[in-house]
């Protein structure tokens, strides 16, 4: 399949991984809408694309969802980037406020789940959904249960929808270290813990963002690909 016309729309895509894979969609000629939540940055976004549509859309507003795929048009494919990054402090687990780990799932999850129930009903015959979650899956780091709970959360949406929405294709990206706007806010512990790990990793670096682009554009192309997972990590899963 190629990308060239294709209707695409990215939630997410005023930054990070969303933007790479809106621009690297439009290099291939697809006709690609971004949505996210803060109007300045989607503006921005679109200049710096130089072409595409923007859409203000805050996915926890589940009515606003419903509302703007009802007047929207179809969409060959539906891409799933949005994070807010809220941070759950705790010197220690027992410590754990849960109203706070719970928001840690409106936007990643949650956003993803009302995107999924609205969006679906406009995605073309031989579309396809593709959420993102993260290694945080599978390589859980000590303080954050939490997320590890997340980004799982996250992938196993991916394989009930991929049952639920069939002949819809519902896939998912787990990227590893991608260095995107996100990275400038890390807490430094997470960006050491990150660097002194990614050195023993087979690629001992972080990835770009128009690399874990390239995992969305395979599988809105891989027309027999549904109910897969694939990680962009530089091969952290290999590691001790
Ligand atoms: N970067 C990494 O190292 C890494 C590693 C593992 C997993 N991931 C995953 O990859 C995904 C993308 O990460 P990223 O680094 O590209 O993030 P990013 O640069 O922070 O981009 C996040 C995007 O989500 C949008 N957004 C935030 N809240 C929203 C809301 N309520 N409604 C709609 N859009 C919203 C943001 O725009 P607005 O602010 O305008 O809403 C922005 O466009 C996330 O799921 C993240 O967990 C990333």
């Given at each position: 399949?190629?990308?060239?016309?294709?209707?695409?729309?990215?939630?997410?895509g005023s930054s990070g991984i969303?933007?790479?894979?809106?621009?690297?969609?439009?290099?291939?000629?697809?006709?690609?809408?971004?949505?996210?939540?803060?109007?300045?940055?989607?503006?921005?976004?679109?200049?710096?694309?130089?072409?595409?549509?923007?859409?203000?859309?805050?996915?926890?507003?589940?009515?606003?969802?419903?509302?703007?795929?009802?007047?929207?048009?179809?969409?060959?494919?539906?891409?799933?980037?949005?994070?807010?990054?809220?941070?759950?402090?705790?010197?220690?687990?027992?410590?754990?406020?849960?109203?706070?780990?719970?928001?840690?799932?409106?936007?990643?999850?949650?956003?993803?789940?009302?995107?999924?129930?609205?969006?679906?009903?406009?995605?073309?015959?031989?579309?396809?959904?593709?959420?993102?979650?993260?290694?945080?899956?599978?390589?859980?780091?000590?303080?954050?249960?939490?997320?590890?709970?997340?980004?799982?959360?996250?992938?196993?949406?991916?394989?009930?929808?991929?049952?639920?929405?069939?002949?819809?294709?519902?896939?998912?990206?787990?990227?590893?270290?991608?260095?995107?706007?996100?990275?400038?806010?890390?807490?430094?512990?997470?960006?050491?813990?990150?660097?002194?790990r990614l050195s023993g990793q087979?690629?001992?670096?972080?990835?770009?963002?128009?690399?874990?682009?390239?995992?969305?554009?395979?599988?809105?192309?891989?027309?027999?690909?549904?109910?897969?997972?694939?990680?962009?990590?530089?091969?952290?899963?290999?590691?001790?």
């Amino acid at each position: 399949m190629e990308l060239k016309n294709q209707r695409i729309l990215v939630v997410g895509g005023s930054s990070g991984i969303g933007f790479a894979v809106a621009k690297a969609a439009l290099d291939h000629g697809a006709k690609v809408t971004i949505a996210s939540s803060k109007a300045d940055r989607l503006h921005d976004a679109v200049d710096r694309l130089g072409g595409g549509e923007g859409a203000q859309l805050d996915v926890t507003d589940e009515p606003s969802v419903k509302s703007y795929f009802e007047g929207s048009s179809q969409f060959d494919h539906i891409v799933f980037t949005a994070a807010d990054w809220t941070e759950v402090r705790h010197s220690s687990f027992f410590d754990l406020d849960l109203a706070d780990a719970q928001a840690l799932f409106q936007v990643r999850f949650w956003g993803a789940m009302a995107v999924a129930k609205h969006g679906a009903k406009r995605i073309s015959s031989g579309g396809s959904l593709i959420l993102t979650n993260g290694m945080a899956a599978h390589r859980p780091q000590k303080g954050m249960p939490e997320a590890s709970a997340m980004a799982g959360a996250v992938e196993h949406l991916v394989l009930g929808l991929a049952v639920e929405l069939a002949p819809i294709r519902v896939n998912g990206v787990c990227p590893g270290a991608i260095v995107t706007e996100a990275w400038d806010d890390v807490p430094p512990e997470f960006r050491e813990f990150q660097e002194a790990r990614l050195s023993g990793q087979p690629l001992p670096r972080a990835g770009q963002p128009a690399e874990a682009a390239e995992a969305y554009l395979y599988l809105m192309k891989g027309t027999y690909t549904t109910g897969q997972i694939l990680r962009v990590e530089g091969g952290w899963t290999l590691s001790g």
